[in-house]
């Protein structure tokens, strides 16, 4: 068999940057400033490997492990970009908080490699590889900060629990292995189309526990609890990368299992995603109501988010599944721009993480207000927002499977979702500011990127169509595979 | 240019609000306001066009365009008007530049942003008229919410944050619904195309929910009695330019959307539903007239009677016959001179006692006679006077109802009693008798600027009253057109 370099050079490249840049900050005095030039040269490379390499058609690797296709190059991109703008948006944050060292760099740069690897995971062990680099990544992520309580906590917090979800996946894909005899996801895929009824416990037991796991990764309500937590206790740089990229690779991992592996048993694993999307969209707008704390508040926006996703997959047509797919990439950049607000109004010292400390901002900085307001119409859907097209074509993949109880649910909790993004609104626009006046200074790239970031959620409007289609042709490229 | 007129009109206050936005500061407030009121001008001189060029003869579109916007979706960006919404894109233009005027001197912080707001909204609700795509309609009707919501917002009264988010979450909820009906019907024709759904066969079960769900909507947005009760305290705390587009348009997309959607879409459940709404209108009609009688805030008391006011309009569209729907166009038109004059005249008298309680005035006309005269025109309108363009609207709807059932027509009629005792004894209150304290003896008549606001409005007025040809000419095809669409059967 000869071997075929070329799918996976974006990761091998990442990942020799990351090493480069662990030496960098080992050998070189003062090396900060081009860790972070080493870090950004990385992940711009990494992208353009993947838009060089923009796959036509699927190519398997590795003895059929690692899958290229166009649904992965188009998410390695997306994560590439993320987690290059993370970087922009907090290098000052960091640089504060003492949080702008090599480490941190090359642990961003290993978790993006974990996320591109489960993207292209075309084998049960190479998914949980990758997850498992990623994970790792994150917990020390959030525990950057050696001195804070509440990071230690939550990193705490988020590594007992990722280990409890690690595990149920590992043991789901275990039980599967029972079954099948293979870890390969097509030969699981046909192995399991022969025996999907609704009479074989053993299946369905691989099957739940695969889909609790999942549930965990993407903080879906039951399985939920460590989200506010971990939100609320990382550095706000850290949160800022959990809430993006992660999610666009949880997203790959459901459509590689499920989409990809499972999909003869969607007529079971449907109504479980419908108990987890329902608790999801209603626990996570109710309580986000009482939230004073704005992290903790975009957290349980996140989760609802997450909930809406899931519509999509649970539709079961491919149609749904690039639905869904539209739906994490418009969550993950209103995600990054909302995180990216907060860390752009923390200053040394201070942590703008409170709703209370966005009272009165149109006052001094009507721009950001504006970007505020942009992000916050467009997280609750409202057209002429990016988000509403995203609400939209979700309810409109479950209302094509005649599911259009499930669209009212979704609609009215999306009413309840919109009373506390407005009270965010409310905040920057209608109440006076404290006496202090805060200038607030940002470097010239993070206000240009985040400016872009959140006008982005009109001005896609017109691409639109190419956007949509994008997203189908990815979904096809994986569905068809078979 | 006449085939893309409509995107003009759209787009060119959007623009414009873009600029005025970009002026910033309080500092460059005076070019903000010449800003505002040139792109507002020539968006309304731009519109007219849209009179000048409208064949009168046929129901068909016009000014049509077409462009594929969504493929996955079969979205497209597709504009037209016909008859029903020309000219409430006229009046909506029109309405825009009375607003900008009237917030010239009044708004003197965050001016620039207040402007905008307008411009924003104007485009937004002209491509609502506009729209013949059910997720482009969509997206303009839920886009208005924003700018109103800041409106609100920034520059309301006291209570103005309870009042902004009742108005937004009620809104947004009657709206969704649709939307789900807007999905259901794609799901069903495969398309979004309004002017297709209006063939597209559907079976009783499937009409009655979208009746619901359509009426979800459009009765909030009227409103209709019971889900009115965002109306008064929406009204009483929004700047006057906010209560001007709020009574005058906003308001009047309620009464269009039964005439694009309900009535053609869903035939068969209409006139299955029709005397559910038509109870509906006559609870509004001598209800909430009666409720209007008791007000103290002048504010509220034009708001009850906005809502009665458009009782007689939805009666109007559920009977079913050329004159009812007719008379309720003309009402809607009417309604938006007549409600957003009213607005004007409390604005004024706000702006200068900084009270909106009727028991803070009396004996007004001594000190302000000018305003005293356009007022009493204004609240004769109110009442339906003949002469005025308020009598056209309420005299064809009784006409249109007569036909049907006496006991329409009787309890319809009981508003030109009920009208005139509410509106002409707060003016009473508050213009007549003697002078009431040294705050009333203190003010001054209205300036040239406001005496501009409230002349065009009062001309407009006296036009339509006593010459409505022209407006029902317009319309009469495209009317004609929905009748027959709306008695027959789709079963």
């Known amino acids: 068999m000869e071997f075929n370099i070329q799918p996976i050079l974006p990761e091998a490249f990442i990942t020799l940057m990351a090493c480069l840049v662990l030496m960098v900050d080992v050998y070189v005095r003062q090396g900060r400033s081009i860790c972070y030039l080493l870090t950004i040269i990385a992940l711009l490379g990494g992208a353009y490997l993947c838009w060089y390499d923009l796959a036509t058609e699927s190519i398997t690797v590795l003895n059929g492990m690692f899958i290229d296709d166009i649904f992965s190059d188009i998410l390695k991109i997306v994560i590439c970009v993320l987690a290059l703008l993370v970087f922009v948006y907090s290098r000052e944050y960091s640089k504060f908080r003492e949080l702008f060292q090599g480490e941190y760099f090359a642990l961003g740069l290993f978790a993006v490699v974990g996320m591109m690897v489960m993207t292209s995971a075309n084998h049960f062990l190479v998914l949980y590889l990758g997850l498992e680099l990623l994970s790792l990544c994150l917990y020390t992520m959030v525990a950057f900060q050696r001195d804070s309580v509440l990071a230690t906590e939550a990193a705490m917090k988020y590594f007992v629990l990722g280990a409890l979800g690690s595990a149920m996946l590992l043991y789901g894909m275990s039980i599967i292995y029972g079954l099948t005899g293979s870890l390969d996801i097509e030969t699981v895929r046909i192995s399991v189309a022969a025996q999907a009824s609704p009479d074989n416990l053993a299946l369905i037991l691989g099957l739940v526990f695969i889909l609790v796991s999942l549930a965990f990764k993407i903080g879906a309500v039951p399985f939920h609890m460590w989200v506010p937590d971990v939100y609320h206790g990382a550095p706000t740089s850290s949160t800022l990368f959990i809430s993006t990229a992660p999610k666009l690779a949880g997203f790959a991992i459901i459509v590689r299992l499920l989409v990809g592996g499972l999909e003869d048993l969607h007529f079971m694993w449907r109504d479980m995603v419908v108990i987890l999307a329902v608790l999801s969209i209603s626990i996570g707008n109710l309580i986000a109501i009482a939230q004073t704390n704005f992290k903790r508040m975009l957290a349980y926006s996140a989760i609802s988010h997450m909930g809406f996703m899931l519509l999509g997959v649970l539709a079961g047509t491919e149609n749904g599944y690039s639905a869904a797919l539209f739906y994490s990439l418009v969550y993950v950049f209103m995600g990054l721009g909302g995180f990216g607000i907060i860390v752009l109004l923390s200053r040394a010292g201070y942590e703008a993480d409170e709703l209370e400390d966005l009272r009165g901002l149109n006052k001094t900085n009507p721009w950001y207000a504006l970007l505020i307001l942009l992000l916050m119409f467009s997280m609750a859907g409202v057209p002429p927002t990016i988000g509403f097209f995203a609400k939209l074509s979700v309810i409109q993949a479950i209302i094509d499977v005649d599911m259009t109880w499930l669209a009212v649910v979704a609609v009215l909790f999306a009413v309840v979702g919109a009373f506390y993004y407005l009270r965010v609104v409310k905040l920057v626009y209608f109440d006076s500011s404290p006496d202090e006046v805060r200038i607030i200074e940002a470097p010239a790239d993070m206000r240009f990127f985040l400016s872009v970031n959140a006008l982005a959620m009109v001005l896609l409007l017109p691409l639109m169509g190419p956007i949509q289609e994008l997203c189908t042709q990815a979904i096809a490229s994986v569905v068809n595979a078979f | ?491």
């Not at chain 2, 009044?106 to 909204?121: G, P, R, W």
């Not at chain 2, 006291?158 to 009042?163: D, E």
């Not at chain 2, 729907?325 to 004024?348: P, Y």
């Not at chain 2, 609207?393 to 036909?403: Q, S």
């Open chain 2, 1 to 491: 240019m006449r085939n893309y007129l409509l995107s003009v009109v759209i787009w060119l206050p959007i623009i414009g609000a873009l600029l005025v936005l970009s002026t910033g500061s309080d500092q460059r407030a005076p070019l903000a306001r010449k800003l505002s009121l040139i792109f507002s001008l020539a968006t309304f001189l731009l519109s007219l066009f849209l009179y000048s060029g409208f064949d009168v003869n046929t129901a068909d579109m016009q000014f049509t365009e077409k462009v594929l916007w969504v493929s996955t979706f079969s979205i497209y960006y597709h504009l037209g008007v016909d008859g029903i919404s020309m000219p409430l894109i006229i009046l909506t233009t029109f309405l825009t530049v009375i607003v900008v005027i009237a917030g010239w001197q009044v708004i003197q912080e965050k001016t620039a942003q207040y402007m905008a707001a307008f411009l924003f909204m104007e485009g937004l609700m002209v491509g609502v008229f506009a729209s013949l795509d059910a997720i482009l309609f969509y997206v303009f009707w839920e886009g208005m919410l924003i700018p109103m919501f800041v409106i609100i917002g920034i520059w309301g009264g006291s209570n103005r944050i309870y009042a902004t988010i009742k108005f937004f979450l009620y809104t947004l909820l009657g709206s969704l619904l649709m939307l789900v009906a807007f999905i259901y019907l794609y799901h069903q024709s495969d398309t979004f195309s309004i002017l297709q759904h209006h063939s597209f066969p559907l079976s009783m079960t499937e009409q009655m929910l979208l009746f619901f769900a359509f009426f979800s909507a459009f009765a909030v947005k009227v409103p209709m009695f019971p889900v009115h009760t965002w109306l008064p305290d929406a009204h009483v705390e929004a700047p006057t330019g906010g209560s001007v587009i709020l009574a005058a348009i906003m308001l009047k997309m309620g009464g269009y959307g039964f005439l694009r959607f309900s009535l053609p879409i869903l035939p068969d459940a209409s006139r299955e539903l029709a005397l559910f709404v038509i109870v509906l209108s006559l609870i509004a009609i001598v209800y909430i007239a009666l409720v209007a009688l008791v007000q103290e805030d002048m504010k509220k008391l034009i708001a009850y009677s906005s809502i009665a006011h458009m009782g007689f309009v939805t009666l109007g569209f559920f009977i079913f016959s050329v004159q009812g729907i007719e008379g309720g166009l003309v009402q809607m038109i009417s309604h938006g001179f007549i409600s957003g004059a009213l607005f004007l005249c409390v604005g004024v008298l706000y702006d200068r006692m900084h009270s909106r309680d009727i028991k803070s005035y009396g004996g007004v006309v001594n000190t302000m006679p000018v305003f005293a005269a356009f007022m009493m025109l204004f609240a004769m309108a109110n009442a339906g006077l003949p002469g005025t363009s308020g009598f056209v609207g309420e005299f064809l709807v009784i006409l249109a109802a007569f036909k049907v059932n006496i006991w329409y027509a009787v309890l319809a009629g009981t508003t030109l009693i009920f009208g005139a005792a509410y509106t002409l004894w707060m003016y009473k209150r508050v213009i007549f008798g003697e002078v009431a304290n040294e705050e009333v003896r203190g003010l001054t008549d209205i300036s040239q600027r406001e005496t501009l606001c409230l002349g065009l409005l009062a001309a407009m007025v006296l036009i339509m009253g006593i010459y409505p040809y022209p407006f029902l000419e317009v319309m009469h095809a495209s009317v004609e057109h929905l009748v027959t669409q709306a008695t027959a059967s789709k079963l």
